[in-house]
């Protein structure tokens, strides 16, 4: 991994962490379906703006059915589902909760035949359950079932980017540009009925503006090319390193920005979490291979 790719992982991961702070933030002013479709409406323009940039081919009607798959499953119902979630439960939580993608990817992989158990991924799916739970508040949950059904929602937009990943990773005659345009367009089109049931709650002011264009440009658009680039420099594996840095991004950001607490709870079960991940993934991390000088 050279130094520039590393960078592009930090960027990835930050950004990504980012997103869960601005889903927090917004939220409670827009709604959760306001401000989903104000996501992937922005992330559908700014893409569709590089691909006219970069002369990209784009084939809608040939893999329509395969778009609206994906887009419900790796955008849609995940980026609603967390924005649900995001009028009860911090963004950090919500961080850490989708670390869990890749161990729900495996089990998906499991079913269908192309992954095997080992003693050693039972171990990290285990773990992952232990730190999911961790993250629970048994006392709110006794007082208001709306906290237990945020945890729920966010656990299924979790189990959706598992899902979602299986059935990109069969897809190898589109390539990943094809693939992000052509599931966040679709998406813009699943979420729209959304709005009638979950009006603004307040008045769009500039600030709230900003944070969309933020939000939508930079933290899903931009963000989801870099992270293309960086599977197609250091191929999926090694890129899959930004799901266990978007969490910790998650935690920082929410502290800096938002005030949420960093428990020992929390702490405890992120390192569950991320550590039972890796297990599952089997996932080894090495830095021998960077190259610093002169970012090559």
Same mark, same amino acid.
């Given at each position: 991994? /050279?130094?520039?790719?590393?960078?592009?992982?930090?960027?990835?991961?930050?950004?990504?962490?980012?997103?869960?702070?601005?889903?927090?933030?917004?939220?409670?002013?827009?709604?959760?379906?306001? @401000?989903?479709?104000? %996501?992937?409406?922005?992330?559908?323009?700014? &893409?569709?703006?590089? #691909?006219?940039? @970069?002369?990209?081919?784009?084939?809608?009607?040939?893999?329509? %059915?395969?778009?609206?798959?994906?887009?419900?499953?790796?955008?849609?119902? !995940? *980026?609603?589902? *967390?924005?649900?979630?995001?009028?009860?439960?911090?963004?950090s939580l919500l961080s850490i909760i989708n670390a869990t993608s890749p161990s729900w990817g495996f089990i998906f992989a499991c079913v269908k035949g192309s992954e095997k158990l080992t003693t050693k991924?039972?171990?990290?799916?285990?773990?992952?359950?232990?730190?999911?739970?961790?993250?629970?508040?048994?006392?709110?949950?006794?007082?208001?079932?709306?906290? *237990?059904?945020?945890?729920?929602?966010?656990?299924?937009?979790?189990?959706?980017?598992?899902?979602?990943?299986?059935?990109?990773?069969?897809?190898?005659?589109?390539?990943?540009?094809?693939?992000?345009? #052509?599931?966040?367009?679709?998406?813009?089109?699943?979420?729209? !009925?959304?709005?009638?049931?979950?009006?603004?709650?307040?008045?769009?002011?500039?600030?709230?503006?900003?944070?969309?264009?933020? *939000?939508?440009?930079?933290?899903?658009? @931009?963000?989801?090319?870099?992270?293309?680039?960086?599977?197609?420099?250091?191929? !999926?594996?090694?890129?899959?390193?930004?799901?266990?840095?978007?969490? $910790?991004?998650?935690?920082?950001?929410?502290?800096?920005?938002?005030?949420?607490?960093?428990? !020992?709870?929390? &702490?405890?079960?992120?390192?569950? $979490?991320?550590?039972?991940?890796?297990?599952? /993934?089997?996932? %080894?991390?090495?830095?021998?291979?960077?190259?610093?000088?002169?970012?090559?």
């Amino acid at each position: 991994m /050279t130094f520039v790719n590393f960078l592009r992982l930090l960027l990835t991961a930050a950004l990504w962490g980012g997103s869960f702070i601005i889903i927090r933030a917004c939220t409670p002013l827009l709604g959760p379906a306001v @401000l989903t479709e104000a %996501r992937v409406v922005l992330a559908t323009l700014f &893409l569709f703006l590089i #691909g006219v940039a @970069l002369k990209k081919r784009i084939s809608f009607t040939k893999y329509l %059915r395969y778009f609206i798959i994906l887009g419900l499953l790796s955008a849609a119902l !995940p *980026f609603f589902l *967390f924005a649900y979630s995001a009028q009860w439960l911090p963004g950090s939580l919500l961080s850490i909760i989708n670390a869990t993608s890749p161990s729900w990817g495996f089990i998906f992989a499991c079913v269908k035949g192309s992954e095997k158990l080992t003693t050693k991924k039972v171990l990290g799916l285990i773990l992952g359950f232990i730190g999911v739970t961790l993250l629970i508040d048994f006392e709110q949950i006794e007082l208001q079932s709306s906290h *237990f059904l945020a945890y729920l929602c966010a656990i299924i937009a979790s189990m959706s980017y598992g899902l979602a990943s299986n059935i990109a990773v069969n897809s190898e005659k589109i390539d990943a540009f094809q693939n992000t345009l #052509g599931s966040m367009t679709f998406s813009t089109l699943m979420l729209l !009925p959304l709005i009638l049931w979950f009006p603004v709650k307040v008045s769009v002011t500039l600030d709230i503006i900003g944070l969309l264009l933020l *939000f939508g440009t930079v933290c899903t658009g @931009l963000a989801f090319l870099i992270y293309f680039k960086l599977i197609e420099e250091i191929g !999926p594996s090694s890129a899959l390193t930004v799901t266990f840095l978007v969490p $910790i991004f998650g935690v920082l950001w929410g502290f800096i920005f938002l005030n949420e607490k960093v428990s !020992p709870f929390i &702490l405890l079960s992120l390192g569950c $979490i991320l550590y039972g991940t890796i297990l599952v /993934t089997e996932y %080894r991390l090495t830095f021998e291979k960077i190259k610093i000088s002169r970012f090559k």
